[in-house]
């Protein structure tokens, strides 16, 4: 029997927000889901609801989404219904850890303030790309510029080599280092300007595509087959994706980016308080992003080690279940600062998912809740169940072994808090 919906999935209507998500009781999807929720200890913790995103991948790269490929970044309409859920227009969104910027192109089109913080260089150059509006004409004629200006150039030519990669030959062709180099140059002939950093996030996608790893996952495997040739080719076709969506992005915006590391109190203006927080933060022993993101770190000049050293501890594959405490401690620290940053009675949610190790269910995201509610006063007010229904599944089956046996999520949570009043 399909799931009863519990409210209309929103947005039919406006192809331009995004797939509709359909929610429904958690009852519904028990027999399947309810184990898990059991295993996680969520089921106790209130009303508890499934979410479903429709529509592709490509339906769900809508506005700005589909500018750059950024592994772990959650499906936009997510954003869009816990924006409209928790907040009103003209108030202010933050996400600690905003990654490529889905919660900035949400809260841009729904008229919200939104401020957004990472740690990873590739990730804030990403964002701030998604969700500064350019003059069609104008990025189309530097666009223009950039190829008529690019030739590729050697390391002799033009000194631009990647840095705190062991083997750049191993993920690079010669003549992909050489093109890369070469729009490099191209692309600081122009002005500082928005539509540089919409490019450079053009060229920042290319990076992937045209390295020898695979575009399939996250982690770096050598998947020389998948490797493209046509660099200037490939920037070119990212650059035209990106100049229709960011040509089309309100320009009333109020999105800020910047350099944070979330387990520090959130830098807000003097008296500034959030009305909604939303984090969706790296989850334990899942994806290490300045290990995802390496290539391009290390083609604009940023040491993925440096970045590290910042990043929240998830572990990534170590497989001891002990490591857990501390991302557990990590997180606490991140959610508090939420709750701190959110105007009494405003609402925190919390996106993460759980993982299995040695065949063991480990419950990170209750764990922190319940560290949480040691420090600081606040409601449980909901619990979601997201359950995906592209990426992550088919790659699960793409490996022709189930999630338990691959240490993977397959749902993730969406844990809402409520501030005091
Ligand atoms: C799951 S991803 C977020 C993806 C994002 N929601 C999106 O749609 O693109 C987690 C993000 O947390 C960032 N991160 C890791 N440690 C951090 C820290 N200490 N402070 C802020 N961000 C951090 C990572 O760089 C990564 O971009």
Redesign the pocket.
């Known amino acids: 029997m399909p799931a009863p919906p519990v409210s209309k999935p929103s947005h039919l209507s406006l192809p331009e927000r995004g797939p509709a998500v359909t929610r429904a009781r958690v009852d519904s999807v028990a027999s399947t889901y309810g184990p898990q929720l059991r295993d996680a200890e969520l089921d106790d913790l209130g009303p508890t609801e499934a979410w479903t995103v429709e529509g592709s991948n490509r339906a769900n790269g809508y506005a700005t989404h589909g500018l750059f490929r950024?592994f772990?970044?959650?499906p936009p309409p997510i954003g869009r219904e816990l924006i409209q859920d928790h907040s009103a227009p003209g108030d202010l969104v933050l996400d600690?850890?905003?990654?490529?910027?889905?919660?900035g192109v949400e809260a841009l089109l729904a008229g919200r303030r939104c401020r957004l913080?990472?740690?990873?260089p590739t990730?804030l150059a990403v964002a701030r790309a998604k969700t500064t509006p350019v003059c069609g004409d104008a990025a189309r004629e530097a666009l223009a510029q950039v190829v008529e200006r690019y030739t590729p150039a050697t390391a002799t030519e033009y000194p631009l080599e990647p840095v705190g990669l062991r083997n750049p030959d191993h993920w690079f062709l010669p003549e992909t280092a050489d093109s890369l180099r070469g729009l490099h140059r191209s692309l600081h002939t122009l002005d500082d300007t928005p539509v540089r950093q919409l490019l450079h996030a053009a060229y920042l996608g290319a990076i992937r595509r045209c390295s020898r790893a695979t575009t399939q996952q996250g982690r770096l495997f050598l998947d020389a087959d998948t490797a493209r040739t046509d660099t200037l080719d490939t920037f070119v076709r990212f650059s035209n994706r990106a100049i229709k969506g960011a040509s089309a992005l309100p320009t009333n915006g109020d999105v800020t980016v910047c350099a944070?590391?979330?387990?520090q109190p959130l830098p807000l203006a003097n008296g500034e308080q959030a009305d909604f927080v939303f984090t969706?933060?790296?989850y334990f022993n899942a994806y290490k992003?300045s290990r995802i993101n390496s290539l391009e770190l290390a083609w604009t000049g940023v040491k993925p080690a440096d970045v590290r050293r910042?990043?929240?501890r998830e572990y990534f594959k170590i497989g001891k279940p002990e490591n857990a405490a501390k991302y557990v401690n990590d997180m606490q620290g991140v959610v508090e600062n939420c709750l701190d940053a959110v105007r009494p009675g405003g609402a925190v949610a919390v996106m993460i998912g759980d993982t299995r190790l040695q065949g063991t269910h480990i419950p990170v995201t209750r764990r922190i809740i319940d560290q949480v509610r040691e420090t600081r006063r606040m409601e449980v007010e909901k619990v979601v169940l997201r359950i995906p229904r592209h990426t992550e599944a088919s790659w699960v089956s793409s490996q022709r072994r189930t999630a338990d046996k691959l240490g993977v999520p397959l749902c993730d949570y969406i844990v809402v808090l409520r501030a005091p009043q």
């Open positions: 950024y772990g970044k959650y600690p850890t905003g990654g490529s910027g889905t919660t913080f990472d740690v990873s990730a944070h590391d979330a387990r969706h933060p790296p992003y910042s990043e929240i």
